[in-house]
């Protein structure tokens, strides 16, 4: 089960930054459109998306590593944290594929 949640964490969290690149990335005249995470917006700003999205991934895979191998949590919490990280970024990129609908982005 946990290499099923870690796919899944890795899959969204793809889908997340391919979403994200493409609100943040293509300009519509008359709208500003932000990061909602404020840490990943100070990431955008500080480093640039294409690599503020680099290092959001490589974060989330080291954690993926992490909680698949680590037997320093007991398996219900492993279990717990990564079907967190498979609930938050699956609602991103609902949050987001609303937003290019409503703003006219195509996929």
């Known amino acids: 089960m ?5 796919a899944l964490v890795i899959l969204f969290n793809l889908l997340d930054n391919t979403t994200t690149f493409l609100c943040l990335s293509t300009p519509i005249p008359g709208l500003q459109v932000t990061e909602a995470n404020p840490f990943a917006r100070w990431l955008f700003e500080a480093i640039g998306l294409v690599e503020g999205l680099l290092v959001e991934m490589f974060i989330t895979l080291g954690a993926v590593g992490f909680l698949v191998y680590t037997k320093r949590l007991t398996p219900r919490v492993r279990l717990g944290l990564l079907l967190i990280l498979v609930v938050l970024p699956a609602w991103a990129v609902v949050n987001n ?5 409503a703003i006219g982005i195509e996929l």
Do not use: A, D, Q, T
Request: charged share 20%; no cysteine; glycine share 10%.
């Open 2 to 6: 946990r290499f099923v949640l870690g």
């Open 97 to 101: 594929l609303n937003v290019m609908k």
